[in-house]
Each structure stands twice: as structure tokens, then as C-alpha cells.
């Protein structure tokens, strides 16, 4: 418990509330026995008991209107979001905790009671139900205090009481002086179990505004998280480009609300078209900016044109200079060619990159050509390499999330279920091929959680 929680605005804002609930409590139990007090005196009571009616009224009423003038002040600090002053708090401790001695004071003068029954007598239980309600005041001090005043205003009474006038005419026959005592000492004890419960009551209070306030938190996050993956979901390709010869299709899939994985594809202004896939270290919010990032800077550099070397080392110059130490980009570009069906082919570090020939019956499996970008300044990547694609091949660029997705025995789909399914799916149309892959992972894994993002693009010479 950290004194920030303490006096943190959720934890007075709680008080000041329960407080309000406790003076609304005196106010109801002090009309209540009011109206009891009146229906008593007025039908059961003698003449000096009923003699009693107006004064005890007016005592009453005063507290009353006081405890309403409390609530008063209370509630406004609710509205206002600020604290009482202290030497409110402390004061409203005080008129309370004495309040039923200065009624026993006036009882003692009273023929109606007298002084052994006004020490005594049912105003005594007054005492006690306001050092239980203090419990909602949550300061184990205050309810130290109250217990104490009303113990030592009670001891001071009996003294009083006792001091004055003939002690043989109060003190019943055979009566022992330090029993009268045991009331005060009872106040004091009850005082501190009060405090002792409010303690934890308090604890309860602040752990529960701390859960709330981690709830709220929590919440926001995945509201933002909900956000984020909107917008990234949003820079995914909406629509799938027209290309001479070809079939393409795209496919995406975070471990997390975001990811740090995208593919991409865009028409150039000779016809040709640009498929590209990337991965970026780590999955979550932060991945998910630098995928952002690189898009708009791939995006920027493969409209102005030139070969796919110079284009991607002026990609990774410019990420070099916004990434992190502990973040790198793999990254692969196909520039598809409908004229020539030819596909030139470059890899920042991103492998395999995986080649079904049709001619072949065979299914082969390339490695990154340069290293991912964000690793060093200045690396000049290409030469690229240039693929002609016969009718029924297909290529696909994919990201390790497949391959690398484990079993409940910690063994991974691996390289080589990849190439099985590339054969066996290989006449299915694009997309198809894609389902096949997630499916035949999500099988694999029995289960197990997916703990990176899957992204594919498959190219299919029709």
C-alpha cells in the first residue's frame, strides 16, 4: 500500500462517499429514536418523563440539523473533487463522540433520570453505534479517537457524578465505584477494534480502487490495440491486382492484436506489378508501427522507379536512421513482369522463399540474398534474381510463423511440410493454396498456441 494510492483522487473520492453514508446512518437512527422516544413518552411515560419530551427534542433536532449541515459540506466536496479540511474531520470527530455525554450531562440534573440512570442508562448504546459507524470513516485513527473520547468522556462523567454531592445517595447499596468504570474502559477497547477493521476494510477499498483502476487500464489498452489493428488491417491490400498470365493473393494473420508482418502490392506505372512481404522482429503494437513505417517507405521508393537493388538499399538507409538496435526487418520483393512472365526476385534477410515447378514436379526452396534491413548503414543489395515462371509454377513468400509454429512435443512444421504442401496444393488457385498452408500448420500444432504472425503471398503462373 503506497502513500501515491492513499491519497491518490479514486481513494478520497471513495471516502468522502463512505462518509456520506455514515452521516446519512446518524441522521436515520437519530430520527428513528427520536420518533421512538416521543411514541414512549407520549403513551407510556409518567409526568416527568414527558417533561423531558421538549428539551430532548430540541438536542436531538440540533444534532440533526448539524449532522445535515456535515453532509452538506460533504457532498460538495464530492461535487468539487477536493478534500474537506482536516480540522473539519477532526471537529465532526469530536462534537460527535461527546454528543451522548453532554445528553447523559443534562440527564443527570433531570428528576426523570437522575444520575446512576443517566450514566447507565439506553443512551449509553449511542457510544457504541457511533464508534461502529466510524468504521466508514476508513481511518483506523479516527476510530482510535472517537473510541477514546467516548471512553473518556463517559470515565469523566462517572467522575463527575460521584465528585458531587453525597455519594451514598447515588451509589446503590452494595455498588462498587469501578464498575461504572468498565463502560469507559469498553469504549476505548471497542475504539480499537474499530480501528483494526477499518484498517482492513481500508486495504479492501484500495485494492479493489487499484484492480479497478488496472481494469480501466487493461480496458484502454485493448481499446487502443483494437484501434491499432484497424489501421493495420486498413494498410493490408483491399483489392487484388489484375496481372497478365498471373494469380496473386495475399494473407495475414498476428499473434497479437497487431502484428509485425504485412505484405503488400502495388501497380507501377509500366504495368509492372510489386508483391512484397516483411517481417519484423517481435509481434505487438511496436512491430506493428515499424511494419507502418517500412510500407510507406517501400511504398515512396518502388513508385519512383530503378532497380530493385538501389530501391532497397535506400529503403533500409532510411530505416537505419528510425529503428531501434533490437529491431530488424526481413523483408522480400517480387517485381512481376506480365509481359515477359518474368519475376525478379530480392531478399532483405527473409527466407526461405519457396519455387514449385510444374515442368519439374519439384518444389525448391531459396535462401535470403542480403541481410534485413535495420542490421548496418550503407549495404548494397542485388544483384536480384530473375525468375521465368512457366505455366502451373508458383511461388510463395512466406513468413516464419508457419514453419517455425510448434506442437504440444515442441516440434516445428519445419521447412519440409511446407514443400509437401506446396506439392499437394499446387493446382488449387491462390488463395486456396494459402488455406491449405494455415490449415495444414493449425493441425500440425494440435492446439498449441500460435506464438508468431503468419503472413504468405503466393504468385501462380496460370
Request: glycine share 8%.
Amino acid at each position: 500500500m503506497t502513500r501515491d494510492a492513499i491519497r491518490s483522487e479514486a481513494f478520497w473520492q471513495a471516502t468522502l462517499r463512505s462518509e456520506r453514508l455514515r452521516i446519512l446512518s446518524v441522521i436515520i437512527v437519530a430520527a428513528l429514536a427520536l420518533g421512538f422516544g416521543l411514541v414512549r413518552a407520549a403513551f407510556f411515560g409518567n409526568a416527568n418523563e414527558r417533561a423531558l419530551i421538549a428539551p430532548i427534542c430540541l438536542v436531538v433536532l440540533g444534532l440533526i440539523g448539524y449532522e445535515f449541515l456535515m453532509l452538506a459540506v460533504v457532498s460538495r466536496a464530492v461535487r468539487r473533487c477536493c478534500e474537506p479540511p482536516a480540522a473539519f474531520v477532526w471537529f465532526n470527530v469530536a462534537v460527535e463522540a461527546l454528543f451522548p455525554t453532554a445528553v447523559m450531562f443534562f440527564l443527570t440534573r433531570s428528576a426523570f433520570a437522575g444520575p446512576i440512570r443517566a450514566v447507565t442508562g439506553p443512551i449509553i448504546l449511542v457510544y457504541t453505534f457511533l464508534i461502529v459507524l466510524s468504521i466508514l470513516r476508513l481511518s483506523p485513527l479516527l476510530c482510535l479517537v472517537t473510541g477514546m473520547l467516548a471512553g473518556s468522556a463517559h470515565a469523566g462523567l462517572v467522575t463527575y457524578v460521584f465528585s458531587s454531592g453525597d455519594a451514598s445517595a447515588v451509589l446503590p447499596r452494595n455498588g462498587n465505584l469501578a464498575w461504572y468504570y468498565t463502560y469507559g474502559a469498553f469504549f476505548t477497547i471497542a475504539g480499537i477494534a474499530a480501528a483494526l477493521v477499518a484498517r482492513q476494510v481500508r486495504a479492501h477499498v484500495i485494492a479493489a480502487l487499484n484492480e479497478a483502476a488496472a481494469r480501466q487500464r487493461v480496458e484502454q489498452m485493448e481499446h487502443d490495440l483494437d484501434i491499432a489493428r484497424s489501421i493495420q488491417e486498413g494498410l493490408l491490400p483491399r483489392e487484388t491486382p489484375r496481372i497478365d498470365g498471373f494469380e496473386i493473393a495475399g494473407w495475414s494473420q498476428p499473434a497479437d492484436q497487431t502484428g509485425g508482418d504485412y505484405y503488400d502490392w502495388q501497380q507501377l506505372p509500366d504495368g509492372r506489378v510489386v508483391a512484397s512481404l516483411a517481417d519484423v522482429t517481435g509481434h505487438g503494437i511496436g512491430p506493428a508501427l515499424v511494419t507502418a513505417v517500412c510500407r510507406a517507405y517501400a511504398r515512396a521508393s518502388f513508385t519512383s522507379g530503378g532497380e530493385l537493388g538501389a530501391l532497397m538499399q535506400h529503403i533500409n538507409d532510411l530505416l537505419i536512421q528510425d529503428l531501434p538496435d533490437d529491431r530488424f526487418i526481413t523483408f522480400v520483393v517480387a517485381l512481376v513482369d506480365p509481359n515477359t512472365h518474368g519475376v525478379k526476385l530480392l531478399s532483405a534477410g527473409h527466407g526461405p522463399i519457396l519455387l514449385y515447378q510444374h515442368a519439374r514436379r519439384a518444389v525448391d526452396a531459396f535462401n535470403a540474398h542480403d541481410i534485413p534491413f535495420g542490421v548496418a548503414p550503407g549495404v548494397k543489395y542485388g544483384p536480384e534474381q530473375e525468375l521465368l515462371l512457366q505455366a502451373g509454377d508458383v511461388l510463395v513468400l512466406i513468413t516464419d510463423g508457419f514453419f517455425e509454429w510448434r506442437n504440444a512435443a515442441s516440434e516445428q512444421f519445419g521447412i519440409e511440410r511446407l514443400k509437401q504442401v506446396l506439392m499437394d496444393a499446387h493446382a488449387r488457385p491462390a488463395r486456396e493454396i494459402i488455406s491449405q498452408f494455415h490449415e495444414a500448420v493449425r493441425d500440425f500444432a494440435g492446439g498449441s498456441p500460435q506464438d508468431d504472425d503468419l503472413t504468405a503471398v503466393v504468385l501462380k503462373r496460370t
